[in-house]
């Protein structure tokens, strides 16, 4: 299964590629989660990509085809893959499909997960992050069972700092020029797949929803 997980920033993307990895046994493939673990260990990607992503813009096309690359020749996604936050841009689709032209596999899917803005503010907002495995929760509508500490490892959790509302506000701007158009285009390819969640909607039921949309409920 190659899924691509399309949508703005704080509609879920993340959360729900999680679930389908844990159907599916493929890897979710995050560029965030990619350049914010670079960021972090201080390589040169990291170097390159920090003071783009503390703004809230987008990391250049090249920096991120070269990760894509190099992450989806790895052994784990033989059978597939999930990207959640690539591609952001109609270069980087592109690029996409002329890499898996070359590879000689194709795309099952993209889900394209929307919510209106004043939700995705709100959620971002209130979103907390572990600092050591990743796991996100949302002190409005997936609070940690303990404040401040993630229920699946006891990390501490943190709040990132491109989701102060003011970086919130040009992510979603960048996302309107920048990934909007995405939706187009691959609605003209037959693979789009969109679903509306409920705001106040479980996780549960949005998965139920984009497994029936993929049809394998
Ligand atoms: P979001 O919560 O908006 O989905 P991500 O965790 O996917 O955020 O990405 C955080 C930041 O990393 C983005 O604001 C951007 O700077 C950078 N980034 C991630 N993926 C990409 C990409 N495919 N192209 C360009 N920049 C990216
Ligand atoms: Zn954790």
Do not use: W
Not at 13 to 33: C, E, N, W
Not at 72 to 93: K, L, V
Not at 128 to 145: D, H, Q, W, Y
């Amino acid at each position: 299964m190659r899924i691509i997980m399309l949508g703005p920033p704080g509609a879920g993307k993340g959360t729900y590629a999680k679930r389908l990895v844990q159907r599916f046994d493929i890897p979710q493939i995050s560029t965030g989660d990619i350049l914010r673990a670079a960021v972090k260990e201080g390589s040169e990607l990291g170097k390159k990509a920090k003071s783009f992503m503390d703004s809230g813009s987008l990391v250049p096309d090249d920096l991120i085809m070269d990760i894509i690359r190099e992450r989806i020749s790895q052994d784990d996604c033989g059978s597939g893959f999930i990207f959640d936050g690539f591609p952001r841009t109609i270069p980087q689709a592109e690029s996409l499909s002329v890499l898996l032209k070359e590879l000689n596999i194709r795309l099952n899917a993209v889900v394209n997960v929307d919510l209106a803005d004043d939700i995705l503010v709100r959620r971002l907002t209130s979103r907390r992050t572990c600092a050591k495995c990743g796991e996100i929760f949302n002190v409005l509508s997936m609070p940690p069972k303990v404040e401040g500490v993630c229920d699946k490892c006891g990390g501490e959790l943190m709040q990132r700092d491109d989701e102060k509302e003011d970086t919130i506000r040009h992510r979603l701007e960048v996302y309107k020029e920048e990934t909007y158009p995405l939706i187009a285009f691959y609605k003209d390819s037959g693979l789009l797949k969109s679903i509306a969640p409920e705001a106040d909607g479980s996780v549960e039921a949005n998965v139920a929803a984009i497994l029936k949309a993929l049809g394998t409920e």
